[in-house]
Structure formats: C-alpha cells, structure tokens
C-alpha cells in the first residue's frame, strides 16, 4: 500500500521529442505527488508537484498529468534537451515521502 | 551556505566499524530528514526531525542505526557495527517546516558509504 512504482526504467528520447514518464500508487491516503531530478553525484531536486484536488500542472515545458480514480500520474517533458538527461523520481506523501524507484532519461541530439 | 551539506562526500570502512554521517541543513529549517538510496534506486525514508526531536524514526531498519540532532540545526546519522549491505548513499534533506503537506525539501549532496 506504501508502494509507488514507476516506468519505465530507462528512457531515450531525441532532442525536441517528448519524454513521459508513469507512476502509481495504491494508497489513497497520499495527499502530495512531487516529482524530483537527480543528477549524477548530486541530491534530488524538487521539478514539479501536484495535489490530488488538480488534474493537471504546467510550469513551462514540464507537466504533471494526475488521474486520481485510476491512482495514476505521469510527467511530460516537452521539448527535451539534452540538459533534461538525468534521473526522475516520481514520489507521493502521506505522512512521509514514498519515492518511485526512478527512471533514467536520456536525450539524444 | 545557501544549501544543504553533507560531510563526508564519501566514506570508506570496514566491516564492524562505526560510523558517523553529519548533515548542514539551510539555515532556518526546522524540519531535517534522512533518507537512504541504493544503486539504482530512490530515496528510502531512515528518519525526520522536526526541531531537536526525532518525530518519525520508523524508517530506520534496526538499532544499529541512530540520528541525533541535539541544537535542532547539524544533525548526526550514526551506524554501529558497519555491514556490507548498510552500503549506500546517504541523503539528508532539510525544509522549513512551516508549509504543511506542501513543504519542499531540499536535499543535500549524500554521502557515498561503502562497507569493506
């Protein structure tokens, strides 16, 4: 119940394409959904969340698409860059942060 | 500094042996976590402060792990009896404590342990 799990592992985009990456959960106590990129060598840094009361957010080429019946949610990474190459972590907290166990991004030029 | 710090970068030692992890969060923040991540996987949840005390410590796996952070700034993570498997990189994460369930956390760098 305390599970999130991500897909896929590992992603290749090429430069400009889109990049989606799909989580779930079963706990539906979960009231916060953040998404994290983490550089080789460094700490996550928080990208994006959500709240389970909103279906989708936007902030620039990134956004998080929320289905709360279907206990989905997803990031799209419009427009990838190479710089985008990094790892993603999708998370969802109820009393403490759950993490997914990441999928490797990688885009192409 | 402007973000968290955690020293050392890396850590090296021997089976048996103790260790300690220490964590500089951002100035201010009330609220402190520890968390583990394993090769090829995300952060696992060891360990939250909020001030000096510890108000969830049900992700440490058994007692031979054991945080303090006694003037509710620098907080310590410490390992008796190394094993192997405690190998690891290990993240500390700070945030104000102020902003509910939407409090950002800003993670630090993490140690890299490694158990000979």
């Known amino acids: 119940q305390q599970q999130v799990k991500q897909s896929p592992q590992s992603l290749i985009v090429q430069k400009g394409g889109i990049s989606i990456i799909n989580c779930a959960y079963e706990?539906?106590?979960?009231?916060?959904f953040p998404w994290y990129q983490q550089f080789p060598g460094k700490g996550p840094a928080l990208l994006i969340a959500?709240?389970?009361?909103?279906s989708e957010k936007k902030e620039g080429r990134f956004t998080i698409s929320f289905n709360k019946s279907a206990k989905q949610f997803s990031l799209h990474i419009m427009d990838s860059q190479p710089g985008d190459s990094a790892t993603y972590f999708c998370?969802?907290?109820?009393?403490?942060?759950?993490f997914g166990a990441g999928t490797r991004l990688a885009v192409h030029p | 500094g402007a973000g968290v710090s955690q020293t050392p970068s890396n850590k090296v030692t021997e089976k048996g042996k103790y260790v300690e992890l220490r964590c500089d969060p951002i100035?201010?923040?009330?609220?402190l976590y520890w968390y583990r991540q394993s090769l090829g996987q995300g952060p696992e949840f060891l360990i939250y402060?909020?001030?000096?005390?510890?108000?969830?410590d049900s992700g440490l796996p058994n007692d031979r792990f054991f945080a303090v952070r006694p003037e509710g700034s620098v907080s310590t993570l410490k390992i008796q009896r190394t094993e192997r498997g405690d190998s690891a990189v290990y993240l500390c994460?700070?945030?104000?404590?102020?902003?509910?369930?939407?409090?950002?956390?800003?993670f630090g760098p993490g140690t890299r342990l490694t158990v000979l």
């Open positions: 994460a700070s945030s104000s404590g102020l902003a509910g369930v939407t409090d950002t956390q800003y």
């Open positions: 706990n539906t106590a979960f009231d916060y």
């Open positions: 959500i709240r389970p009361d909103v």
């Open positions: 998370a969802a907290r109820f009393d403490k942060l759950i």
């Open positions: 100035s201010g923040h009330t609220a």
């Open positions: 402060f909020q001030g000096t005390g510890a108000a969830d």
